[in-house]
């Protein structure tokens, strides 16, 4: 008897053990979930528009199935072919629906962009689309730097500081994408210099404050034009850089 009640109790555990095997096998399925989860921005933006005319903006967020009304930062960036140094940056109002809106107008004929900045669940994403205005323009073959670039869809774009004043802690941030996804774990250091202080170089490494957004801070001992070369590694052989300039106040 006590034999038999042996082997049935070892048999029920083996049972609870097989059990366990498999439903850490098959994993959470919440937190699968939650993995295969993206943010997503459709921008939405007439492709057309007349001089002077009010354009209305629109960015809808969802994060899986679900309508981001919290979003850490949605901004609209705007300008003109081939001049993405005088960008204009517009604050987007919420809607609280998981739609963020905002406006602006040109007042000349010629080719526009449209790029939205989006923060959200700790991801970044920034979609981008063109705007004819009136009989559209005629542009040099230059293009912006974030075409430059020898590693096909790769693409940088560095968030100009504003009001920078000489020894002031100031921070340096980059939004950097691969084939339209945040690149992460990357190795991205700023490279500072001025060519009216003998030409010394600073380095700032960067860290990866949010997925594909790379961080570092600096303080500027002068004031001037500084030159900031934006360096991006990665274990893949990626090596691409770009620079831009930032004007620097007493």
């Known amino acids: 008897m006590k034999k038999k009640l042996g082997f049935l109790m070892l048999t029920f555990m083996l049972i609870a053990l097989a059990a366990c095997s498999n439903d850490n096998a098959k994993g959470d399925p919440d937190t699968d979930l939650d993995e295969l989860q993206s943010l997503d ?22 994060y899986g199935d679900e309508n ?24 987007s109002t919420n809607n609280e629906d ?21 923060t959200a669940r700790d991801l970044h994403t920034m979609p981008k689309k063109e705007i004819t205005v009136g009989e559209g323009g005629e542009y040099d073959e230059a293009v912006n730097a974030e075409d430059e670039f020898d590693t096909d869809g790769f693409s940088m774009h560095f968030m100009e500081p504003e009001d920078v004043k000489a020894g002031d802690e100031t921070e340096l941030m980059t939004h950097i994408e691969i084939d339209k996804e945040a690149l992460k774990d990357a190795d991205v250091r700023y490279e500072i210099w001025n060519y009216d ?48 300039k930032i004007e620097v106040g007493e």
Request: no cysteine.
């Open 41 to 62: 921005v459709e921008l939405h933006v007439t492709e057309e528009a007349d001089v002077d005319e009010t354009v209305d903006m629109e960015a809808d967020v969802t």
């Open 197 to 244: 202080e003998d030409n010394k170089h600073d380095w700032v490494d960067a860290d990866e404050t949010e997925s594909g957004e790379y961080t570092g801070t600096h303080t500027f001992e002068e004031a001037g034009t500084y030159s900031i070369e934006i360096h991006v590694e990665d274990d893949d052989d990626l090596h691409e850089h770009t620079e831009v």
């Open 98 to 118: 998981g739609s963020y809106s905002a406006e602006t107008a040109f007042d000349h004929d010629g080719l526009f962009h449209v790029q939205v900045h989006v």
């Open 68 to 91: 981001v009304d919290d979003a850490d930062e949605v901004i609209f960036e705007v300008w003109e072919e081939g001049d993405q140094d005088n960008s204009a940056m517009i604050d």
